[in-house]
């Protein structure tokens, strides 16, 4: 009897063990249940500020209690504000004294700033001045504290490289115009060439912009006899159009109105197991928002479709990672000797605002935090699982290779240090990071990203990684070196620009005056020439520096191996430096 007893005892010992082997598992069913509700049309896309906002966020804190979670402060979520859109006020725009209708005839851009301005227009054709002076539209007229109206786009003859296409640029011609002295800028919206009315978060132009249709700049140019259609097709055959004075008066009075709601990161932690190491935190994270219905306002890639963008792979794919991943770290947290943060973050979509936020209001130490894991954008999973910012640690390179124990899943490790997601507020705070990604891919911000073609088993694979790289990061107790990427490896992520100053802009500022540096790149010019995160960048070579828009601009007017001058402003004191490229 006695030994019955025994081998019960036994019997239940192994029972138990293989139960704490295995509390949670992740699957596939769970995580197509996330990504339903998530992803489904009932959350409208989950813009920010929006009731369905709130919806996301109600879910995802339930889930997150689910998994055995506690809370800073015992608040669950982090409250910040947005800007949710544009509307306008007074829309008093007369050609002439002569009433124009807006939206029909007019509209005022996005991200133009107040407009008061009474004064003639100067047609200047497409805006674009060349650095050997080949073309120049602004040759012999004066501009100065005058409305410049020009075409979008280019002429058909020119070439359509990136050079041509940054001369082009809704932005350089802006710049252009305000550094030859213009009080406003008037684009023409051609049907071969129109203009979408998008607007860029939190930016504002350095000058007015109204955007007229055709028949509105006929309106403009007939007291000098020409049509717009006529002047394009000359152009486009490399006849010479001289600017001109158009002695048409524009008096415009419209007010931009930007709108503010709240949305929220939902924040909280598994206590690790280790009483000293406990107190050293990994965080896993992911963005929860999209674009609503998208249109012209978002960075929908169909802007003129209103529709529900469900946002499946982007990002309700990583928000049911993170989930997931939280629960089973939860079931398992005596296996865990660090404490996990785990961050679902809204507005990434706007720039980064969610988790920029959190690390500028961190409910640690940051000096406690060892690592984060990024995921976006990870259930379209088809030859490779990417692994950004693999760099980003001495020994990230070799944990990587270890965890990687199934051979099905294929993983490419990327030093890139993409800026394109959340692990990035995070790398610009000297924090090791890895960045989860499977992919781009034709439907990415467009109403077409729907869970249909989520492929569930490869995520699930995705995670069982993650976990395994979590676990093999956290099993040492010596902490992560973090290493600065080199100039070269930030490069490998950026757009097609002639030179890089080797800096990140910090995205979240809203104010127009200068930009802000987020982070420096190792090596880069920037760090050579003293560049400091923190400072506000306000001239390059003398030329003011109020947005983004400005600093691209200013960028691609450089060269390779030139040195140039950078006027900073460092804690109230003004700084230039000089910085060789």
Known sequence: MKSIFILIAINLLLFYKSISQNLYEITEENIKSHISFLASDKLEGRKPGTVTDSLSADYIYNQFKNADMSFFKNEHYQKFEVISGVTFGSKDCKLDGQALKFNDEYFTHYNSPNIKLNSEIIFASYGIETENKDIDNYNNIDVKDKWVMLVNGFPENYSNDSKQSNLAGINTKIIKAKDKGAAGVIIISTEKNPLHNKYQYGLTYGLPLIIVTEKTADLILKKSGNKITKIIKNLSKNKKVEAFNTKTILNANIEVITHKVKTQNIIGYIEGSDEKLKEQFIVIGAHFDHLGFGGEESTSRMPDTIAIHNGADDNASGTAGVIELAKKIGANKSKFKRSIIVCAFSAEELGLLGSKYFVNNLPVEKDSIVFMANFDMIGRYGETLQLLCASSAKELDSLIKISHTDTTLKIKPSLSISGGSDHSSFYYENIPCVFFFTGMHSD????????????????????????????????????????????????????????TLGIMPDFTSSENNGLLVGGVTKDGPAEKGGILKGDIIKAINGKKIENIYDYMTRLGELKAGQKISVEVLRKAENITLKVQL
Do not use: Q
């Open 444 to 499: 990415y911000h467009t109403p077409l990203d729907d869970i249909e073609k989520i492929n569930f088993a490869g995520e699930k694979k995705i995670l069982d990684y993650g976990y395994n790289l979590l676990k093999t990061i956290d099993s040492s107790s010596d902490r992560l070196t973090y290493v600065k990427s080199s100039s070269k490896e930030e490069g490998s992520s950026r757009n097609n620009m002639k030179v």
